[in-house]
């Protein structure tokens, strides 16, 4: 590993430090994998730009959050019978507090490709969420890590583990919880973690199989006209509320379950996924009063990777390893690329380049374009890639199936 010398190291952080640099929720600050971060790497291997490296106990999918100089994740132990919230510090690597939340005893069964926690935490100054889905939810103070508040009565049949990760918006915290058994939505007040509203998805499933009524969607803020509207598929539908109230504002019907990539809005039109087994991806046109189908395409969408728009063009990666590129307005497919084998994690967009995180080897980096032009293939050993990464600043902090890292220019 290359050294970096002291005072290198401090003129590093105290650009990295700045509140442009935080990273606080599931694909960043803009909800859509996009960073404003320059200077990062294009390429790096285990000796060469990796600043540090830090190994966390345990299984979690969680992506790390940053405020600070501080990185939040979750962990499992003993097949999700503890539960923990793990903080590293940013500037040095060093586990700062290792806390267990919650004490499980007896999980229910989870996907080979899920953990016991897969839900990405909220961070904001002081405070951190974190959520093990119906196994518990917590706030804690990022100072003394102590815990604030705790709920274990949000619950529901995920069947396959939890997958859904919060969100914030001003004063809550909104969560939704699709399992087999029940369905809705609810948002909890950030400072004592009580109930604000809470709604049932109201869809009659009929004799619908018992897991097929699951879904693990992370829910998406948009602005539509001046209305803010709460974007959260779940099985058989598209859904969108009134966050202050969890009023149902529009719902559009369609068929799917399981679904997992999180919505993405650009250039007025909403990128949804519809069906984990049976991935389509539908382009729907909002207005404040609805929504409609622009444009669908029924195969060679994502399955558990969460989509990148970019100007006039999507990107996605499908579970078979192939790397896609279509046409925002029109869902016409611009080129297909097989890269590798699988992709859960979901990409990262900045310094005008795509970064693909592939669960077995490693991470290739791409530039945008109606051409594939790869610039590189990272891997850092035998690591398993599952989490969503972290930009911050000039580095990128990249969670493994065993270890952390921050990897940036030396």
Request: charged share 20%; hydrophobic share 35%.
């Amino acid at each position: 590993m290359a050294k970096v010398t002291w005072i290198t190291f401090t003129v590093i952080m105290s650009a990295a430090l700045s509140a442009n640099a935080n990273w606080p929720e599931f694909r960043g600050p803009s909800s859509n994998g996009h960073s404003d971060a320059t200077g990062l790497p294009v390429k790096w291997s285990p000796t060469k730009n990796i600043t540090w490296k830090t190994p966390i106990h345990g299984k979690g999918w969680s992506s790390p959050v940053i405020w600070g100089d501080q990185i939040w994740m979750t962990t499992a132990e003993n097949k999700g019978k503890q539960l923990y919230a793990v903080c590293v510090s940013r500037k040095s690597g060093k586990i700062l507090h290792d806390v267990k939340l919650f004490e499980v005893e007896k999980p229910g069964r989870i996907n080979q490709l899920n953990s016991y926690a897969s839900p990405t935490p909220v961070i904001e100054e002081g405070r951190v969420y974190v959520t093990f889905g119906t196994y518990g939810t917590a706030c804690l103070d990022t100072k003394t890590a102590e815990v604030i508040w705790s709920r274990r009565d949000i619950n529901c049949d995920h069947d396959m583990g939890p997958g859904v990760s919060p969100i914030p918006y001003g004063s809550m915290l909104i969560m939704p919880m699709d399992g087999c058994d029940k369905q809705f939505i609810i948002a909890l007040d950030k400072k004592t973690g009580k109930t604000v509203w809470k709604t049932d998805r109201g869809i009659n499933y009929g004799k619908r199989q018992y897991d097929t009524k699951k879904a693990f969607c992370t829910p998406l803020i948009i602005d539509v006209s001046g209305q803010k509207q709460l974007i959260a598929p779940c099985a058989d539908a598209i859904i969108a509320y009134n966050p202050n109230t969890g009023k149902e504002l529009w719902k559009v019907s369609m068929t799917g379950f399981s679904i997992i990539p999180r919505p993405v809005f650009a250039g007025g039109l909403l990128y949804v996924v519809t069906d984990c087994s049976r991935p389509q991806l539908w382009a729907l046109k909002v207005t404040a009063k609805g929504a409609k189908v622009a444009w669908k395409i029924k195969k060679d969408a994502p399955q558990r990777s969460s989509l990148m728009v970019i100007n006039d063009l999507i990107y996605g990666m499908t579970h078979r390893g192939y790397v896609l590129c279509f046409e925002a307005k029109t869902g016409k497919t611009v080129w297909k690329q097989r890269i590798g084998s699988a992709y859960s994690a979901s990409p990262i967009y900045a310094d005008g380049r795509i970064y693909i995180f592939n669960e077995r080897q490693g991470t290739v980096v791409i530039k945008p374009g109606r051409t594939y032009q790869e610039l590189a293939v990272n891997t850092l050993n035998r690591s398993r890639i599952m989490a969503s990464p972290a930009i911050a600043d000039k580095a990128i902090y990249l969670r493994t199936d065993t270890d952390i890292y921050r990897i940036e220019k030396q």
